[in-house]
């Protein structure tokens, strides 16, 4: 199957002073995708947005659209329309006026305003204020505006940040159907890791202004190629230790807990000094010992419960293990009770000894 | 312990115009506990907390803090520590100077100020940044050294609107494990409002619904997660909820089997009094269904989409006329395809009399 590239960014750089904003960042995104940019606040994310809406200039790179350098050209005539964070809407203006201001400005008269108000539902409050709709709505009445635009290129900064969480979980379906119903590309910036897997056809992940991983949901979730990105998807158990042996597919691993095996192709390294990664969703505990590989004892140092999951915090001789449980089918745990846990082969994750210092790679901080 | 509340509210009702904000609120707060106050936007939660906090007065209704009527006590004079969502740091002071600056303005002598600070910022682990300045700081730690300020003040009662509001999942999963340690360890009393229920459900003691200003349910987060007194409730602690409309077709003590038609026939936990043939609403969450290729049961679903979450998949099945909202752990032997066919089975069910207002509106996120 061949994509047409509705999207590239070749080599962008970006400083503030002495700040590195952006530092050699390059992607593509095809025609008719749904592209989230994932990372904490400060990694750049909207510096980045901003490069290839045309708000800001590049020091180094190009942005190229449709297959044209757009590097030069202002933000009007790039057939990209850009949503910033915040989305404030004219207060004295009516959710029609809000949608249709741009074309006003520009002396334009068209359909476009009410067929993007069909869109997301709200015709029928066209004559409203802001203030007379819930905050869902007023999210819709912002993206009508940007969809009246025309535009086949949409930049939306958090757009879904200031709506509560269930309400955040609704509309990104909505969304992402909208963006696919109109066959247009959207470039979805965002610090919610949900958020982004459940939209996007594939996730950039960026950190310190730098990208760490571009894939599919599962590709990030399954296999990420640092720390820093494990650690950001979900937290993450690590511990350290040095590949001692391998046999069977798999590498044995000496920690402080003691021998531990991991599938060979779940490393990204051979041999040395290695960091052993679990996602908490991926430990299994039991009450009494099993016949897997890599089962420790465990003591329960406090249960957190959070409802779809439970949170148990364990403590293994002398390292802290937190284990995510499905409530709706688990046994109970109660502090201080001894446990079997299982690390499964198939789902550790080994990296090399980070040489700038584990803290550092695994918050970012 | 002591079961002197802390904090009471008694009957606060709070009108702007002809829009009711509170209803008649009343709530008991004990001395130690942790209490989060959780609901949809426009439900009351923040004006709850500024009427305790002494920001806003109320309509009607008094606040009694540790058996004294506090209405007519400004807040500066009411010993509560403040948190609020957007994170306020004097830029031009460091760590350890943000947080000594509260004791230090009440007049303590500069040696136990020094003291408690240090053990503050030790609970918080702060150390190795106790000499960084904001703007060096990540969000989440810039919200650590402002609850690390409020605390440092010597306050027994602390207030949070949304503290967790601007900093990303992680920060935010990491920070609140870390706040309910430091508020339990010090024993203070705490009182957050969020809108986030899995960060409620992380640090409360107990847990305060309100919806259209009005307190729903009361509880522990176990409590509210087994037992919730609403459909409404249902749906909210979780975010998502199946609602259908069913008949009785036998009840047993608590437990009622319903049908529900094009879907079939399970057990539900009775809620509310209802008694066979009457016609009621019953709510799954997607995780009390579990679903299997092998074993053969009443229902039978196809996959019509899902969501990879990494820790589990979100699946819409389609049975018949009806759309099934499941969520299933990640396993090595599951991997789901749009068009796959299962088999499920309800585990749990919640059944109410069925609501006038009709189910739509009973589970609206309002």
Not at chain 1, 67 to 96: C, K, W
Not at chain 1, 122 to 141: A, H, I, M
Not at chain 2, 210 to 227: A, D, S, W
Request: aromatic content about 8%; hydrophobic content about 40%.
């Amino acid at each position: 199957m061949s994509y047409k590239e509705a999207l590239e960014v070749r080599h962008v750089s970006k400083s503030y002073g002495k700040v590195r904003a952006l530092v050699d960042v390059s992607f593509t995104v095809r025609e008719g995708e749904y592209f989230c940019i994932l990372g904490p606040t400060g990694a750049g994310k909207t510096t980045l947005l901003k490069i290839i809406s045309g708000l800001l200039k590049p020091d180094r790179g190009k942005v190229i659209v449709f297959g044209e350098d757009a590097t030069d050209l202002p933000p009007e005539v790039r057939n990209i329309s850009y949503m910033p964070q915040g989305y404030a809407l004219f207060s004295h203006l009516t959710v029609y006026e809000n949608v249709s201001y741009s074309q006003w400005i520009k002396g334009i008269k068209s359909d476009k305003p009410l067929e993007a108000l069909r869109i997301v539902d709200l015709e029928r409050r066209k004559d409203n204020y802001p203030y007379e709709l819930s905050g869902g709505q007023q999210q819709r009445v912002a993206l009508a505006r940007v969809l009246a635009s025309g535009s086949k290129i949409l930049l939306l900064d958090e757009p879904l940040s200031a709506l509560d969480a269930v309400l955040n979980i609704e509309l990104r379906r909505e969304l992402r159907m909208m963006v696919k119903e109109l066959k247009l590309t959207a470039i979805h910036v965002t610090h919610n890791t949900a958020e982004a897997m459940s939209i996007a056809d594939r996730i950039l992940v960026l950190r310190k202004g730098r990208v760490e991983q571009i894939g599919k949901a599962h590709e990030i979730y399954d296999i990420p190629s640092t720390i820093f990105t494990a650690g950001f998807i979900s937290e993450i158990n690590y511990i350290d230790g040095v590949i001692v042996g391998s046999g069977a597919g798999l590498f044995y691993i000496k920690t402080n807990i003691g021998t531990i095996s991991i599938l060979r192709e779940r490393s990204h390294v051979r041999e040395g000094n290695v960091i052993v990664v679990f996602r908490p969703s991926d430990i299994r505990v039991f009450k009494k010992v099993t016949n897997d590989d890599n089962v420790f004892k465990a003591t329960v140092k406090d249960v957190e419960f959070l409802g779809l999951i439970t949170r148990l915090h364990l403590r293994i001789k002398t390292w802290d293990v937190i284990a995510d449980v499905w409530t709706s089918t688990s046994e109970s745990y109660r502090k201080n009770e001894e446990v079997y846990v299982v690390f499964p082969p198939e789902w550790g994750i080994v990296y090399q000894y980070p040489k700038e210092g584990l803290m550092l790679e695994v918050l970012g901080e | 312990m002591n079961e002197m509340p802390n904090v009471e509210i008694l009957n606060v009702s709070k009108r702007y115009g002809n829009i009711v904000a509170l209803d008649n609120v009343s709530l008991k707060i004990n001395d130690k506990e942790y209490v989060c106050i959780i609901g949809p936007s426009g439900s009351g939660k923040s004006t709850l907390l500024k009427i305790i906090a002494g920001i806003i007065k109320p309509t009607e209704g008094s606040v009694i803090i540790d058996g004294v009527r506090v209405d007519d006590i400004p807040l500066s004079e009411r010993g509560i520590g403040v948190v609020m969502q957007d994170i306020l740091l004097f830029p031009n002071m460091n760590v350890r100077d943000n947080v000594s600056f509260p004791p230090l303005v009440k007049g303590l002598d500069y040696g136990t100020v020094k003291s408690i600070v240090s053990e503050i910022i030790r609970d918080l682990s702060l150390v190795t940044l106790a000499e960084r300045y904001p703007d060096e700081l990540s969000r989440g730690s810039q919200q650590k050294v402002a609850i690390a300020r409020a605390v440092a003040s010597g306050a027994r009662l602390i207030l949070m609107d949304e503290p967790m509001g601007s900093l990303d999942t992680r920060s935010s999963r990491i920070l609140r494990y870390e706040l309910r340690s430091l508020i339990k360890d010090l024993g203070l009393t705490a009182i957050h409002v969020t809108h986030n229920q899995e960060e409620a459900m992380s640090v409360a003691d107990r847990m305060v619904i309100l919806r259209r200003g009005k307190v729903m349910q009361v509880g522990t987060p176990e409590e509210i997660y087994f037992n919730p007194k609403s459909l409404f409730i249902a749906r909210f602690v979780g975010g998502e909820v199946n609602a259908f409309e069913g008949i009785v077709e036998e009840v047993s003590g608590d437990k009622a089997t319903v049908y529900v038609k094009g879907l079939g026939r399970f057990e539900g936990k009775i809620m509310e009094g209802v008694s066979k043939g009457d016609k009621v609403g019953i709510a799954v969450r997607p995780e009390d269904v579990i679903v299997t290729e092998s074993h053969e049961t009443e229902i039978k679903g196809c996959v019509k989409s899902l969501t990879y979450y990494g820790f589990c998949y979100e699946i819409d099945l389609k049975i018949g006329n009806h759309i099934l909202k499941v969520k299933v752990p990640r396993r090595r032997w599951f991997s789901p395809d749009i068009g796959d066919e299962y088999y499920i089975d309800i585990i749990r069910a919640y059944v109410y009399r069925y609501p006038e207002e009709g189910l739509e509106r009973a589970i609206a996120y309002e």
